[in-house]
């Protein structure tokens, strides 16, 4: 089985069942998990391109079966279950999102695993395939993931999955099972030309920290020494300001940017990247919004979709203990959490900087609160690790 995005679930859907006779599939960005569709650490975060919906609002679009009992499903799962229960207040992950997260029935599953995705996909982003492999490598499936570039959608090559569906579902011993495990498009290729690699994440990718020194409302600075006593900075919610333009502002209150020198060298990122932040809010609630970029930012006919964003995320601060839990903040005290980015491999090239930009309200992903709550930053306790091939040695040398 295969399809893309709501009919590249369906394949998934069907063999976590276990289900006799299906051997092999071939999701195509999938949304594997409601939660994380709608979701992110706790915090109501729309996917792009359709903010404010939610999943009585994907039930109208995507119902299907007996007309019939239209009327009864309406009422008892869309305007009942559905509502009661999807909690647009806290964000919270519970039972309800439980049941609609791949992941937590996957134990049956038997098929064969070929994952695609776009690492430019910010409707179903990245994370909903990656998790779902991984879980699938480790219960011993036959599994390999194809990732591009570009956006929302995008199959493999045709030759990689007739190479799949040929040994796995006709029994051809053509060494599928032999192949590297990660094909990954690169910045400049096409893709029916994907790279092979050992595996996703690179295996020759290690985790590296990086610390903030303090410069708003203008930049300040990221790198391997931390740099004690560098106090706080403070940030202002306005959701009027886009990511893109507080990305690219010399001097703004309305986030905090802090940057790497120019690469002198090109930096392969291959994984995930984790930020742990200690912070304060003015108000009992307010969104938290983490990009990480590549400056100077890129604008025109000659820009890529690979230009600019390397990766991004969001979390709920009164999440700060666990995405099944939440409290509302007190103003002023001062909370710690880490959380994940959404996946990503990419190479940076030389001559740019990599950033990471802390800001509240995401003007196309989140809600929007009325502007003004703060949000200040303890850049002592607050760092960012990224997965870089080569590890530390490789940003040093890119760097130094």
Do not use: C
């Not at 706790?42 to 007309?67: A, M, Q, T």
């Not at 990718?205 to 300040?220: D, F």
């Amino acid at each position: 089985m295969t399809g893309t995005s709501y009919n590249g679930t369906i394949p998934l859907a069907a063999a976590t069942t276990g289900v006799e006779g299906l051997e092999a599939i071939i999701p195509v960005a999938p949304n594997t998990s409601y939660y994380h569709y709608y979701r992110s650490n706790g915090l109501v975060r729309s996917p792009g391109g359709y903010l404010g919906e939610d999943i009585d609002v994907l039930y109208d679009f995507i119902h299907s079966g007996d007309e019939s009992k239209r009327a009864y499903s309406n009422k008892t799962v869309r305007d009942i279950e559905m509502r009661n229960n999807l909690d647009r207040i806290t964000g919270d992950y519970n039972d309800f999102w439980a049941g609609r997260d791949y992941l937590n029935d996957m134990k049956p599953m038997k098929a064969a695993l070929l994952m695609s995705h776009g690492f430019n996909d910010w409707n179903v982003m990245p994370e909903h395939s990656y998790r779902i492999y991984k879980k699938a490598e480790e219960m011993g499936l036959p599994t390999q993931i194809y990732y591009h570039q570009n956006g929302h959608g995008g199959p493999p090559p045709l030759s990689m999955m007739n190479r799949w569906f040929t040994h796995f579902l006709f029994g051809i011993d053509n060494g599928v099972e032999g192949d590297p495990k990660a094909w990954i498009v690169r910045e400049n290729d096409d893709r029916l030309e994907p790279t092979p690699y050992a595996n996703y994440p690179n295996p020759e990718a290690k985790n590296v920290t990086l610390y903030l020194s303090k410069g708003a409302p203008k930049t300040g600075g990221l790198s391997f020494e931390k740099q004690n006593n560098q106090g706080k900075e403070t940030l202002i919610d306005n959701y009027s300001f886009s990511g893109e333009t507080l990305a690219q502002a010399e001097y703004t209150d309305h986030r905090l940017l802090f940057v790497t020198p120019p690469l002198k060298e090109n930096i392969h990122l291959s994984g995930i990247s984790t930020i742990k932040i200690k912070l304060a809010s003015s108000k009992p609630a307010a969104n938290l919004s983490v990009w990480m970029v590549s400056l100077p930012w890129t604008e025109g006919r000659n820009s890529k979709i690979t230009d600019n964003i390397i990766t991004r995320g969001w979390a709920d601060p009164q999440n700060y203990k666990s995405i099944t839990e939440s409290e509302s903040l007190k103003p002023g005290k001062f909370y710690e959490m880490s959380f994940d980015l959404i996946p990503d491999d990419q190479i940076i090239p030389k001559g740019q900087q990599i950033g990471l930009m802390i800001f509240s309200s995401d003007k196309d992903y989140t809600l929007h609160p009325e502007p003004g709550t703060e949000l200040t930053i303890d850049l002592d306790e607050t760092s960012v690790s990224i997965p870089v091939v080569g590890g530390e040695a490789a940003l040093k040398t890119a760097l130094e």
